[in-house]
């Protein structure tokens, strides 16, 4: 599956921001997908992720309740919803898939497709 982020961007802090990411292929349901991002001299870091369904979700701490992750399988497209973002919240962020059925999937290393990145910038 080919992945393709949008949806960055340059915000102030405050603003909302929603991610996209688009994926080929015919089997989009079968995966479980996820967002990371990677902030500038920091390691990638897990934001959230959604089951294949869509029926279960997980947050890391520093986004709950202000992110959104959510899933479009007829449209092929997995979506990140950023509310209330802080500067902290800089980073590329990218979406990623793996051929999983069964939940959501935290691992970094689990995942098996990655998009190419989308920039987003929170001013101050």
């Known amino acids: 599956v080919q992945l393709q982020a949008s949806g960055g961007g340059l915000v102030q802090a405050g603003d909302s921001l929603r991610l996209s990411c688009a994926a080929s292929g015919r089997t989009f349901s079968s995966y479980a997908m996820g967002w990371f991002r990677q902030a500038p001299g920091k390691e990638r870091e897990f934001v959230a992720a959604?089951?294949?369904?869509?029926?279960?979700?997980w947050y890391a701490d520093s986004v709950k309740g202000r992110f959104t992750i959510s899933r479009d399988n007829a449209k092929n497209t997995v979506y990140l919803q950023m509310n209330s973002l802080k500067p902290e919240d800089t980073a590329v962020y990218y979406c990623a898939a793996d051929d999983f059925l069964w939940g959501v999937v935290i691992q970094e290393n689990e995942y098996d497709y990655w998009g190419q990145g989308t920039q987003v910038t929170v001013s101050s």
């Open positions: 959604i089951s294949s369904s869509g029926g279960s979700t």
